[in-house]
C-alpha cells in the first residue's frame, strides 16, 4: 500500500503567515487522486482540494495545491483564524486509498 | 442542510457487537457511494467500508473483512455499519462520508459527519 508521511507534524504560524503542508508517497501517485481535508474538534472534516490541485466547492482562494508523483503540497496563502486545525492528505489511486497522519497548524 | 448525523458509538466489550448509524439530510441520499472512515484517536485515519448508491457493490478494509457489515436503507436515508466480534483495535471515531459523484465512486469524500466514538475495552 502507499504510505503517505506528512512534514512537518506541527506548523507553528501566526495570523497572516504563509503555511506549506507537504505529502510525499512512498510510490508514485497518479497525480490526479490525491485529496486534502481539514479536521477540526467537534467538527465535521472539510475536503478542501481532490484532483491535486481543484478546490471543493466553497474553500477560498488562499488554499491551493500542487504536486505530482510523490511529492505533494498544499499552501495557505495567509492564515486566517479559522484556518488553525489538522490537514490530512489522502491518495485514492491505488487500492487500499490511504492518508497521510497529519499536520496540526496551531497559533504560534 | 445538507449534513451527516453518526450515532451508535459507546464503549463495548471485545468480542460483543455494534451497529453505527448516519442519518443523511438535505440531498438525495439514494444516488450516492457512501463510506465509513475511522480514526484512532491521535492517530490516522483508515478506510473501513463503502457500499453504492444502490447497495450493489460492497467493499471492506482488510482489518474488518468477515467482522464489519455495511448496508443502507434508501427509504430511511441511512447507512449503517454492524460491527461484530470487536477487537481493542478497532477503537476510534467512526465517520460516515459521502462519495462526492453520483453514482461513480471517485474514493475521496466530500461530506463528512462529525463522528461517532466507539471504545472497545473489557
Known amino acids: 500500500e502507499i504510505v503517505l508521511t506528512q512534514s512537518p507534524g506541527t506548523l507553528s504560524l501566526s495570523p497572516g503567515e504563509r503555511a506549506t503542508l507537504s505529502c510525499r508517497a512512498s510510490q508514485s501517485v497518479n497525480s490526479i487522486y490525491l485529496a486534502w481535508y481539514q479536521f477540526k474538534p467537534g467538527q465535521a472534516p472539510r475536503l478542501l482540494i481532490y484532483g491535486a490541485s481543484s478546490r471543493a466547492t466553497g474553500i477560498p482562494d488562499r488554499f491551493s495545491a500542487s504536486g505530482s508523483g510523490t511529492d505533494f503540497t498544499l499552501t495557505i496563502a495567509r492564515l486566517e483564524p479559522e484556518d488553525f486545525a489538522v490537514y490530512h492528505c489522502q491518495q485514492y489511486g491505488s487500492s487500499p486509498l490511504t492518508f497521510g497522519g497529519g499536520t496540526k497548524v496551531e497559533i504560534k | 442542510q445538507v449534513q451527516l448525523v453518526e450515532s451508535g458509538g459507546g464503549v463495548v466489550q471485545p468480542g460483543r457487537s455494534l451497529r453505527l448509524s448516519c442519518a443523511a439530510s438535505g440531498f438525495t441520499f439514494s444516488s450516492y457511494v457512501m463510506h465509513w472512515v475511522r480514526q484512532v484517536p491521535g492517530k490516522g485515519l483508515e478506510w473501513v467500508a463503502d457500499?453504492?448508491?444502490?447497495?450493489?457493490?460492497?467493499y471492506y478494509a482488510d482489518s474488518v473483512k468477515g467482522r464489519f457489515t455495511i448496508s443502507r436503507d434508501n427509504s430511511k436515508k441511512t447507512l449503517y455499519l454492524q460491527m461484530n466480534s470487536l477487537r481493542d483495535e478497532d477503537t476510534a471515531v467512526y465517520y460516515c462520508?459521502?462519495?462526492?459523484?453520483?453514482?461513480?465512486?471517485?474514493?475521496?469524500?466530500?461530506?463528512w459527519g462529525r463522528g461517532t466514538l466507539v471504545t472497545v475495552s473489557s
Open positions: 457500499i453504492w448508491h444502490d447497495g450493489s457493490n460492497i
Open positions: 462520508a459521502r462519495d462526492p459523484t453520483s453514482p461513480v465512486v471517485n474514493w475521496y469524500f466530500d461530506l
